[in-house]
């Protein structure tokens, strides 16, 4: 008998890894942007990370508790509280207390280290899906 529903926690996943993906790409190009073409430069005054933390931590928190259900590995948990930590940690204190720079420093590599999470919760939670459950009635052979 197959207990497991089919859920979207992959999908939520993959959507996760791809909104970090995007927080890292805008935290690179905006200031080769801004280089490249001065009249450009109002354009860092608009903080964009807080409007991002909206969507990007309870998308992540769902996504990572589907996987969590099936994989039970804590330490993927740990990892992306990490990511999410760093992540609200540079967009508001760091980008309000000490600048652009450590804004940046803070955001990538939580963009990072949750991008990862996200990874291994996906492919630890495909691969504790593929697993037949055992039904505990009947016998082991």
């Known amino acids: 008998m197959d207990n497991s529903t089919p859920d979207s926690g992959p999908v939520l996943d993959k959507l996760a890894i791809g909104l970090s993906g995007l927080c890292l790409v805008h935290c690179l190009a905006l200031p080769l942007l801004i280089a490249a073409a001065p009249f450009l430069g109002e354009l860092s005054q608009g903080h964009l990370h807080a409007q991002m933390l909206v969507v990007i931590l309870p998308l992540s928190t769902i996504a990572l508790a589907m996987g969590f259900r099936r994989h ?33 420093a803070f955001t990538m590599t939580g963009s990072v280290v949750l991008a990862v999470s996200h990874w291994f919760n996906s492919r630890l939670g495909r691969r504790h899906a593929r697993r037949p459950v055992r039904d505990p009635a009947t016998p082991a052979d």
């Open 72 to 104: 039970q590995n804590r330490w993927i948990i740990a990892w992306a509280t990490l990511g999410m930590l760093l992540l609200v940690l540079g967009g508001t204190v760091m980008h309000a207390e000490f600048g652009l720079i450590w804004d940046r």
